[in-house]
């Protein structure tokens, strides 16, 4: 089909296998045996694509939240009106070729990982999902036809599927997709392998950037046709031989996403409960909570949830002010200004009511500080200001203040904000993999 000169891409995951019925067909079947058999995929088929449930495992997470649009935003270029909205559950993008309609853009951005949609698009329809904004994977009705870059499945203008294996317009499909560094490891889509190392050294067309190997987000496309997407799920990667962290502690490279966009508190919201006005904005790049003892602000909370994963974050309060970090809303990581004092339960760096600090590593009020922290299970590790101040203490139990007690759930990152006024800036989190992953083809 002819191409335009949009891009997009969904992001989503659940894949719907066909019943056998009567003698089931040579692909089904390796699919059955696939899904019961706990050793390795059968040849072309992908673990993660199950008929219910879709990714499972540590370290994925859903980019859509089922209810509404929040952590995604309009393309920049896009000034037409936002075609995108909910509906039953799914992203829902109302355009046609005689009315274009809008890409949409995650706020988050990537740079390896693993990717998993669910999409749906009537005959003839065009859509595409884009990995970091720059590569396309197409989505096109066109059950039936020859495969070529421009197909259903295809790398746009790169690589062509190794079969077509489109459903029929209107049946929803799935795509597994990997990406590290310049390579698409794998397309998996319904189920069968269509692309195994395919090398992406230049964007694909209709791209955000030409920043070819760094982070980006995932891009929906929605000026070419109608399409609805559902169950986004993405699992950023570690490879070996990239450097995470530089020499003062600030995250780099794949896994690492901004919690913070630096423009809005989009992706946040007040705490529930705290029904006096938002105390939040953001200034400058900083998220910025202006309050006093005196005057009570608001707790923020993340829209987010995480299990286990690293966090780092910088701060910077006035003198006497006092805050805190929760780790998945159960785990606060004290902030108060106690600069040159005996550390406890409750100094800066501790966990709070639990640990306290191995020793007082805090700056000078108004001095910018920084906090990497760990969490996995119950095992909580910090660090402040380059000095382990909390080494794998146990957090068996919430520390107050917490958002709820289900200690084993995921949880969502809380900023305290009614105790004291702080800054707080470069707020990154990558969530951690499952120490053995399921083989991926």
């Known amino acids: 089909m002819t191409r335009y000169i949009l891009k997009g891409f969904a992001i989503t995951g659940v894949v719907a296998f066909a019943a056998a019925t009567c003698e089931a067909a040579p692909e089904a079947k390796a699919r059955d045996a696939d899904r019961k058999s706990p050793g390795k995929p059968a040849a072309g088929q992908h673990r993660y694509l199950d008929a219910e449930h879709g990714p499972k495992g540590q370290g994925w997470f859903a980019l859509f939240n089922g209810k509404d649009l929040a952590g995604w935003h309009k393309r920049p270029d896009h000034k037409r009106p936002m075609s995108w909205k909910v509906v039953g559950g799914a992203m829902v993008n109302e355009a046609s070729h005689g009315k274009p309609g809008t890409d949409i853009v995650s706020d988050w951005t990537f740079r390896d990982f693993e990717l998993y949609y669910e999409y749906r698009v009537g005959e003839g329809n065009n859509s595409g999902m884009y990995l970091r904004g720059r590569y396309e994977i197409q989505i096109l009705g066109d059950y039936g036809q020859e495969p070529s870059p421009g197909t259903n499945g295809g790398i746009w203008a790169t ?62 496309q929605g000026d070419h046709g109608a399409i609805e997407v559902r169950t986004v799920m993405i699992r950023p990667l570690e490879v070996k031989g990239r450097k995470y962290l530089d020499s003062k502690n600030s995250p780099k490279g794949p896994g690492w996403i901004d919690l913070c966009n630096g423009k809005d508190l989009a992706g946040w919201h007040r705490r529930p409960g705290h029904d006096r006005p938002l105390s939040w904005k953001v200034v400058a790049g900083v998220m910025v909570n202006t309050t006093s003892p005196e005057k009570h602000g608001t707790d923020i909370v993340s829209d987010r949830k995480f299990k286990d994963f690293e966090l780092y974050y910088e701060y910077r309060i006035p003198k006497g002010s006092n805050s805190g970090m929760y780790l998945r809303g159960r785990y606060e990581i004290q902030i108060c200004d106690d600069y040159g004092q005996a550390p ?98």
């Open 159 to 220: 690589a062509a599927p190794s079969r077509n294996v489109s459903r029929r317009p209107g049946e929803w499909q799935s795509v597994y997709t990997k990406i590290v560094g310049t390579t698409v490891e794998s397309v998996v889509l319904n189920g069968v392998r269509i692309h195994e190392n395919v090398a992406v050294p230049r964007p694909t067309g209709g791209h955000l950037d030409d920043k070819v190997d760094e982070p980006g987000p995932i891009m929906i």
């Open 344 to 441: 406890g339960t409750g100094s800066n760096g501790a966990l709070y009511s639990l640990a306290p600090p191995a020793r007082n590593a805090s700056r000078k009020p108004g001095e910018w500080q920084s906090v990497y922290a760990r969490i996995v299970g119950k095992k909580v590790s910090v660090i402040l200001n380059g000095v382990k101040t909390v080494d794998n203490i146990e957090a068996t139990r919430p520390t107050g203040g917490e958002l709820d007690r289900d200690v084993g759930k995921p949880g969502p990152i809380m900023i305290q904000g009614d105790h004291g006024s702080i800054d707080v800036r470069r707020l990154m989190l990558r969530p951690i993999a499952a120490t053995r992953r399921p083989e991926s083809n």
